[in-house]
């Protein structure tokens, strides 16, 4: 499966910097790239659908196909 590039698929502006709200708890887990690609990603998809729903987890498989793998592993260093 070909991955979009969220930019693209939200058509965000990237010359622009956003802030994106992150759970208090993500600090420590935001410091390995996979968690951060994974996290940032997550949010991102909801600046274009704000809930859990078929429709976000569809966004999300498009931009990180590998994201199931990814969330397992953060929730393994979370716990």
């Known amino acids: 499966m070909e991955r979009d590039s969220i930019a693209h698929v939200l058509e965000l502006d ?3 910097a956003a ?4 759970c208090p708890r993500c ?3 935001i410091r390995t790239a996979l968690s951060a690609d994974y996290l940032i990603t997550h949010e991102l ?3 274009a659908v704000l ?7 569809e966004l999300l498989d498009r931009v990180l196909p590998e994201w199931p793998d990814r969330k397992d592993k953060l ?5």
């Not at 929730?75 to 716990?79: H, L, P, R, T, Y």
């Open 14 to 16: 990237t010359t622009r």
């Open 19 to 22: 802030e994106l709200p992150l």
């Open 27 to 29: 600090d420590r887990a």
């Open 45 to 47: 998809c909801h600046s």
């Open 51 to 57: 809930h859990h729903g078929p429709e976000f987890f």
């Open 75 to 79: 929730e393994k260093k979370m716990a």
